[in-house]
Antibody, heavy 119, light 110 residues
Framework: QVQLQQWGAGLLKPSETLSLTCAVY????????WNWIRQPPGKGLEWIGE???????NYNPSLKSRVTISVDTSKNQFSLKMTSVTAADTAVYYC?????????????WGQGTTVTVSS | QSALTQPASVSGSPGQSITISCTGT?????????VSWYQQHPGKAPKLMIY???ARPSGVSNRFSGSKSGNTASLTISGLQAEDEADYYC??????????FGTGTKVTVL
């Protein structure tokens, strides 16, 4: 069954660039949109953006100026970069997808990566 | 792209039914039925419980049901059990805004 495994730096200083990668195992990479979602401590979920295997992206307008999502189809991986981070970007970051055709209900999630921004 | 509005908390006794509301604007739902509900236990990734307003993914208990009327979607948990204690989030997908999540509801089993 398809699984998402994610990794990246967990501690950043203000103004640095956040970089996370999510790998897709046990399933097809093509034909799906791959998402990044984040959750600040004690708060709700926020959609960051998505990418498909062709590299077509959509971003949350509130983050669009700082976010880039890219794809590496040779490795079945997609990545998130967020520039100029501040303490407000401290959160658990998840990768996720609607893999089984659940009409944009995301049924496959990564394990989450905790990112802390602190000087 | 504002969050959909959910009650901060809902509680119920074992065996009871509870309902969580999720309210947005007409543009939040965009005339689509792409409303999903997620359950999240502490320290865990969200789990899809309902999609397409009222459909259940394979393996999800039929104690969970969803509905939508106008600009308000609802999740009902019947026969409340201790394991249902968790945070719940609604989500709407539209072609223009893509995904918007709700503010989240903490369900407490008394």
């Amino acid at each position: 069954q398809v699984q998402l495994q994610q990794w990246g730096a967990g501690l950043l200083k203000p103004s640095e660039t956040l970089s996370l990668t999510c790998a897709v195992y046990g399933g097809s990479f093509s034909g799906y949109y791959w998402n990044w979602i984040r959750q600040p401590p004690g708060k709700g979920l926020e959609w960051i953006g998505e990418i498909n295997h062709s590299g077509r992206t959509n971003y949350n307008p509130s983050l669009k100026s700082r976010v880039t999502i890219s794809v590496d189809t040779s490795k079945n991986q997609f990545s998130l970069k967020m520039t100029s981070v501040t303490a407000a970007d401290t959160a658990v970051y998840y990768c996720a997808t609607d893999y089984h055709g659940y009409y944009h209900g995301m049924d496959v999630w990564g394990q989450g990566t905790t990112v802390t921004v602190s000087s | 792209q504002s969050a959909l509005t959910q009650p901060a908390s809902v509680s119920g006794s074992p065996g009871q039914s509870i309902t969580i509301s999720c309210t947005g604007t007409s543009s939040d739902f965009g005339g689509y039925n792409y409303v999903s509900w997620y359950q999240q236990h502490p320290g865990k990734a969200p789990k899809l419980m309902i999609y397409d307003v009222s459909a259940r993914p394979s393996g999800v208990s039929n104690r969970f049901s969803g509905s939508k009327s106008g600009n308000t979607a609802s999740l009902t948990i019947s026969g409340l059990q201790a394991e249902d204690e968790a945070d719940y989030y609604c989500s709407s997908y539209t072609s223009s805004s893509r995904y918007v999540f709700g503010t989240g509801t903490k369900v407490t089993v008394l």
